[in-house]
């Protein structure tokens, strides 16, 4: 009796607080909050949400005249100054930057982007002193793009592929313990490495249906080529071979020498049925970046191109590249560029992880200028993701990085 009454008493604060947010109600909001937390959820509701949430529902649409007032916009504030979760999902999979940006809040929608970015940053640092959770697997892309990894990998147990037996033991020790690796090897770069791909006309796929790539991406990659290359005659590099779109771009601008890193058996069984190997001036590398690099960098290595888009590793590892290889790798006045795509099934998430990208970048040395490319008409929806475990990407618009060094 006395669990169920505290209970009820639970339900009830959860309730004032979550109305209390949604009138804008900053006195009310102040009290209850000393009681309870801003991420309550009133679990007797038809449909669950959180305060934040229903602060912003509540301002209307701004087309309809219904500008966010300074009360919403305080109350926003207070809500996430008393620690409301970012990108919680209500029971519509949206957040509250989500409804933000469906209702045409502009202003309440960049609050929630700056949000994203303090608490992503304040997780990396949390993490990088040993404070964080468990990161060795990505979260699902659409709830925690920091862990997002590139999508598209497969499930070697439900193929019949040629494994040797000391890799697959490894996997077994390491991974395979986790049913969500099983499910979906995208979620674990070895995984991914050891498991089958397919390649089908303008898809490359991993075992676990995820989309590796997709030929809609040619004129982002086209575009990569163009914004990292100025001249001919250059000292290039690509890490992620995939469906060669960028490698075959790159090699239009007549590079001095070409190096392409690459880790899956399959496509450097690819590589070598599409005669890269014999291009001239291309090296090829067989191996994970993360082993291939440290010995270009004692070799001396410099280039004048950098791009890098792999798939199945996350942000960190985005991190990690240019802070600890690109900028021994890189000329002085060479450019780097990657693959923007952290996030991009979801707005709000897209523009929280190019925000921190950019600050990390910052710090490592690089400025960055970017240039937005409208993906084609008729993606979102089209049967071109037929077959595919999910559409990796549903936003308007690709947000192309160039970076320099800071001069
Ligand atoms: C998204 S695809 C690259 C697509 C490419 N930009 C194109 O234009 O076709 C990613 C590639 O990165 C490779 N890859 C994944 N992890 C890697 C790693 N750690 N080191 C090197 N290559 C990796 C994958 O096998 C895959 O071929």
């Known amino acids: 009796m006395a669990d169920l009454q505290a209970s009820e008493e639970d339900i009830l604060l959860a309730k004032r607080i979550i109305s209390a947010a949604e009138r804008h109600d900053i006195p009310a909001l102040t009290v209850l909050l000393k009681e309870g937390s801003a991420n309550v959820q009133d679990p007797t509701a038809p449909i669950a949400t959180t305060p934040l949430h229903a602060a912003i529902a509540s301002c209307g649409k701004a087309e309809e005249g219904k500008e966010a007032s300074e009360e919403a916009i305080k109350t926003v504030e207070l809500l996430l100054q008393n620690g409301a979760i970012w990108n919680d999902l209500n029971q519509q ?39 964080g959770q468990d990161i060795n697997l990505a979260d699902e892309p659409k709830d ?38 099983l499910d979906d090897v995208s979620l674990d770069n070895k ?14 796929l991993d075992e676990s249906d995820n989309a590796v790539m997709m030929d809609w991406e040619t004129q982002i990659m086209q575009r ?58 291309v090296t090829i590398h067989e191996g994970r970046w993360q082993d291939v690099l440290p010995k270009l960098v004692e070799q001396g290595v410099v280039l004048d191109a950098i791009y890098y888009d792999t798939f199945a590793e996350d942000y960190k590892a985005l991190k990690e590249f240019f802070s600890e290889y690109v900028i021994q790798l890189l000329d002085a006045a060479g450019r780097f560029g990657w693959y923007n ?8 998430c897209y523009d929280v992880y190019t925000k921190v990208a950019e600050m990390d970048l910052h710090e490592a040395g690089f400025d960055t200028e970017w240039e937005d490319i409208a993906v084609p008409e008729g993606l979102h929806g089209s049967d071109q993701w037929n077959g595919t475990r999910r559409p990796y990407w549903t936003i308007d618009v690709y947000r192309l990085p160039v970076n320099t060094f800071v001069k």
């Open 93 to 131: 999979d949206e957040t509250p930057g989500c409804i933000a940006l469906r209702l045409g809040q502009k202003k309440i929608y960049d609050m929630m982007v700056e949000a994203g970015v303090r608490a992503e940053m304040l997780f990396a640092k949390m993490e990088a002193l040993g404070l």
């Open 144 to 181: 925690a793009p920091a862990e997002e990894d590139e999508t598209r990998d497969e499930q070697p147990a439900a193929k019949k592929q040629k494994i040797d037996e000391d890799s697959a033991k490894e996997v077994q020790q390491e991974k395979v313990v986790d049913p969500r690796i």
């Open 191 to 204: 995984a991914y490495l050891k498991s089958q791909l397919r390649y089908r006309e303008g898809i490359l």
């Open 224 to 281: 990569h080529a163009e914004t990292l290359i100025p001249k001919k005659g250059l000292r290039t590099m690509n890490v992620g071979h995939g469906m060669g779109i960028v490698d075959t771009a790159i090699l239009t601008h007549e590079p001095a020498m070409h190096h392409i890193v690459e880790a899956h058996p399959q496509v450097h069984q690819r590589l070598r049925e599409t005669g890269w190997y014999d291009k001239p001036n």
């Open 341 to 348: 795509g952290l996030g991009a099934d979801r707005q709000i």
